[in-house]
């Protein structure tokens, strides 16, 4: 096939989501209409290889070699492409157990990830074993509410991170689950838990007023939703009581979401909050449309690995 056409078939369940006041036919008809793709995995845990045919309903799917292949072919078709991962890249099968991390970290380097933040597994070597392998990652870890101070990640991270693709500025940034309860207190140390609403309020302030971003997006680990625990925080919940995100990329709770949630926020704007499973068998695929003025659209995929 050729790449379009492939992209194009694999985009099944494509979301038309409006930001703001304004829809993407507002652009169809702008010559100078800017497009930023951004990709994202979540919950890959050491899936390094393609599942096996006989592996029931994940035969044949993911494997890192598949998606460089096709995150080549989308990042050719829009140089202005961002690669991101919602954290949880360990703990899954025996690469794991065998190289603690390095394998996986020199494997998103090689795709080219810009950023990714910290899952609650990724402690599972404990916080040293995870600071053991930082430099094989060519990539940065942003993550706003876990304080390390007091650890030997204590520099080693960013509250986030501002990208310039396209003539416009894109911030991200990072927040993780409650680690008490989740993991061995020994495991993370003197890490230090900050509240995601009141941290994310402050890092949205700071990205849109002081950083002047165009887009700003959440690298989450909080889990989509927690229906039967309406009052634990997850996306759904920070997309709703924050301001100024206008993407949520999930992880934790291994949502498979065919195309990206829209929630309004606090001032009645549209969020698209979105997760693509575990294993690396889906990767997401959102594309936002700029105009002349910056008014932005988008729409969204999960595209099957």
């Known amino acids: 096939m050729k790449r379009r056409d492939f992209i194009q078939q694999a985009a099944t369940g494509t979301a038309l989501i409006t930001l703001g006041s304004y829809g993407l036919q507002s652009f169809s008809n702008t010559i100078n209409t800017s497009k930023i793709t951004i990709l994202h995995t979540n919950d890959v ?74 899952g609650n597994h990724d402690f599972d070597n404990g916080i040293d074993g995870l600071y053991a392998q930082l430099p094989h990652a060519e990539f940065d870890f942003i993550t706003a509410n876990y304080d390390f101070s007091n650890t030997v990640m204590n520099t080693h991270t960013k509250p986030y991170k501002v990208f310039k693709k396209g003539g416009l500025k894109i911030g991200v940034f990072g927040i993780g689950i409650k680690l008490n309860g989740l993991v061995d207190k020994k495991m993370y140390k003197e890490t230090k838990y900050l509240d995601p609403v009141e941290i994310s309020q402050d890092m949205t302030r700071i ?57 309004k926020n606090a001032e009645g ?37």
Request: proline fraction near 3%; charged fraction near 25%; hydrophobic fraction near 35%.
């Open 207 to 263: 990205l849109k007023e002081n950083e002047n971003c165009d887009l700003i997006i959440c690298l989450s680990h909080l889990g989509y939703n927690y229906s039967k625990n309406p009052d634990k925080i997850s996306d759904i919940k920070l997309a709703q009581t924050t301001k100024d995100i206008d993407l949520i990329i999930g992880g934790h709770t291994h949502t498979f979401l065919p195309k990206p949630t829209v929630i």
């Open 45 to 118: 845990h050491s899936h390094i290889d393609t599942f096996g045919k006989d592996e029931g309903r994940n035969s044949n799917k993911g494997g890192v070699a598949r998606r460089a292949t096709l995150i080549e072919s989308i990042r050719k078709d829009n140089p202005n492409t961002l690669l991101l991962d919602a954290g949880d890249i360990f703990q899954g099968t025996p690469y794991f157990n065998y190289y603690g991390g390095e394998l996986e970290f020199k494997l998103m380097s090689k795709l080219k990830y810009d950023a990714a933040t910290i």
């Open 269 to 305: 704007n549209n969020v698209l909050v979105n997760q693509v499973g575990c294993y690396g068998i889906n990767l997401g695929k959102i594309d936002f449309y700029f105009d002349a003025d910056k008014n932005k659209s988008a729409n969204g995929t999960s595209i099957v690995v």
